[in-house]
């Protein structure tokens, strides 16, 4: 038998208002909407599922109230976090929110009305009491508080939901159950003791390990339920992520473990989430929860000290424990033996005994450059599933941004660096040239601060792409403002390399070199505006190289942004 909801009854509201869904449907032109954020369309998919039963809409103030003070609804009922439709006065007023308005909630996405609230209260929450309370600091250093104070609104809406339909996922869709369905496929396969294993990261041979054994010490079957919503900034993507289980599973025995992917929006509340995890796995039909060392722990504070103890989240479900009604597996940290090759609790591994691990610091820099990820670690399959997303710098792509004054030579020099790396042949290489930019990307944009400042932003955009996909970029404008340079650095770094290379050649060089005589029409004013002239070159301070084609051949410039690219590992192979 699955096991019981929190609070004695599933509320799933697909089935509750199926009935109804119609009449929902059709009312929802009448009604004002309300595009939901990414968090609330998580907490609302799990609303309306009955992951989060007993509730049965968003907090009212009173029932928040009871659950910032302790952890309680105003039913008595335990509820550690809170649950919260947080919105601004503009929203309030454009969506006409007020007690028992009724308003339609819109998927952001598709905006596509998934629900109806009937709007209980409209309260302002003490955040930093909330963070305090339920995070344990006013500290923005934690996720969820940094989240509190700079993202979510000013006023939080309470009130019951009635449930339209639930949100369309494309992705993976065939390994994503509700509490419904997982309980009727618990009673398919006659599970009657599960064992949940949370996780937001990798599993690798430890995790399987301890899974297995937690499954061995209860007489249970297992269900791998990895958080798929939102979860710590930073995190391995929940596509690189759902493919390593994928390819983990096949580890267990036939018929001993299933895989469950859960649209949770983490807060990352260590032990107040732990009971909150309990609660949501006993929901889904669980009877046995592993709770781990630093449980859904944020890292450190402010300070440089961790926001809670290691066993913090494992003392408060112990505490709560005949509320939770779910059995807490403490989770076994295992250490790799290395004589023995076997995988044991690191309390039980026998003093002198040497044990190996790699912390997940060490296997993102083994990503990063390639280097071997041994078998006692992890499973080759899931290995293979990480590289594919982690590829080493030698295939991940790269900008190199030329920036300085027409005629220093800058575009000879980036015709000169495509050849040189088309000779690698590992990768394309696209060319930004101003004169092919300006007459298609930017063909309408002149040369004023604001039009100059728009033309380097869209060919950042198009580097980055570029560089995302595995090219590399050479972008070649004369880019003389230092702000537009430094946005351009920060849209590519996300997506691979880049590099700041100026190009110095001194003005007066840059003017003998001037072929087309631009620079003796910009002197006799003839072009206005006129970087060098009567606009403005902010030399960078932040280059990566400098080159003056003036002393140097662009042979040897070449040749210093190919050092530059090898020693960070993006050319030849290390
Ligand atoms: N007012 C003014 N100031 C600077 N440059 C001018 C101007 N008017 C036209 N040109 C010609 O346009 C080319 C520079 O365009 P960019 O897109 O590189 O300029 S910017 O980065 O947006 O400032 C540049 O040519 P290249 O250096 O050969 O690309 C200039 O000859």
Redesign the pocket.
């Known amino acids: 038998m699955a096991n019981t909801p929190h609070g004695g009854t599933l509320k799933d509201l697909y089935i509750r208002d199926a009935d109804k869904q119609s009449s929902l449907l059709a009312e929802v032109p009448t009604l004002p909407s309300l595009v939901l954020t990414d968090r609330q369309l998580c907490d609302l998919e799990l609303i309306l599922n009955g992951g989060f039963s007993p509730l049965e809409g968003f907090l009212t103030q009173k029932d928040y109230d009871g659950v910032v003070a302790d952890m309680r609804l105003t039913s008595g009922t335990l509820w550690p976090i809170p649950i919260t439709l947080d919105v601004n006065q503009d929203t309030i007023d454009a969506s006409k929110i007020q007690a028992n308005a009724r308003v339609a909630l819109l998927d952001p996405r598709d905006y596509q009305p998934l629900a109806i609230l009937t709007v209980e209260d409209v309260y302002r929450p003490d955040k930093s009491k909330e963070a305090i309370n339920v995070y344990g600091a006013d500290d923005q250093a934690h996720p969820a508080v940094n989240y509190l104070h700079s993202i979510a609104g000013e006023f939080y809406v309470g009130g019951a939901l009635q449930a339209i339909q639930a949100p369309a996922h494309y992705d993976y869709v065939a390994s994503r159950y509700t509490p419904s369905e997982l309980r009727a496929h618990f009673k398919k396969l006659q599970w009657t003791r599960v064992v949940a294993f949370q996780t937001r990261n990798p599993m690798h041979r430890a995790h399987r390990e301890l899974t297995v054994r937690a499954a061995r010490a209860r007489k249970a079957h297992l269900l791998i339920q990895p958080v798929v919503g939102l979860t710590k900034p930073g995190d391995i993507d929940h596509y690189t992520r759902v493919r390593v289980y994928k390819a983990l599973m096949p580890k267990y025995p036939n018929g001993m473990a299933e895989l469950s992917l859960l649209p949770l929006a983490m807060r990352m509340g260590g032990p107040r989430e732990a009971v909150w995890h309990a609660l949501i796995r006993k929901n889904h039909g669980v009877t046995h929860f592993i709770v781990g060392r630093d449980h859904a722990g944020p890292g450190k504070n402010s300070q440089g000290v961790d926001f809670y103890g290691p066993y913090d989240a494992q003392a408060l479900v112990e505490k709560y424990k005949s509320e939770i009604g779910i059995e807490i597996v403490p989770f076994q940290m295992v250490a790799y033996c290395v004589d023995s090759d076997e995988y044991m609790p690191a309390d039980e591994v026998p003093e002198g005994v040497k044990t190996l691990n790699i912390s997940g610091t060490e296997l993102r820099r083994r990503l990063r450059t390639g280097l071997p990820i041994p078998e006692w670690f992890s499973y080759p399959e899931v290995v293979k599933v990480l590289r594919q997303s982690h590829p080493p710098r030698a295939q991940q792509g790269f900008t190199i941004f030329l920036t300085g004054l027409?005629?220093s030579g800058k575009?000879a020099l980036a015709r000169a660096l495509q050849v040189s790396l088309n000779q690698e042949g590992t990768r394309s290489v696209s060319l930004l040239m101003?004169?092919n930019?300006?007459a298609e990307l930017s063909s309408e944009l002149g040369?004023s601060k604001r039009d100059?400042d728009l033309?380097?932003g869209r060919q950042a955009f198009v580097a980055g792409e570029l560089t995302r996909a595995g090219a590399a970029a050479i972008v070649a404008?004369?880019?003389?403002y230092d702000e537009a340079r430094k946005n351009a650095r920060k849209t590519i770094e996300k997506s691979g390399g880049f590099y700041l290379v100026h190009v110095s050649t001194p003005l007066a060089d840059c003017e003998k070199r001037d072929h087309d005589g631009?620079y003796e029409r910009a002197r006799k004013g003839e072009?206005?505006?006129?970087?060098g002239i009567d606009?403005p070159y902010e030399v960078p301070s932040d280059a990566d190289l400098t080159v003056n084609l003036s002393e140097q051949t662009i042979s040897q410039a070449v040749h210093e942004i190919v050092l530059l690219l090898e020693k960070d590992g993006y050319v030849g192979s290390a």
């Open positions: 027409h005629a575009n101003s004169e930019v300006r040369f100059r033309n380097i404008p004369i880019a003389p631009v072009i206005k505006d006129f970087t606009d």
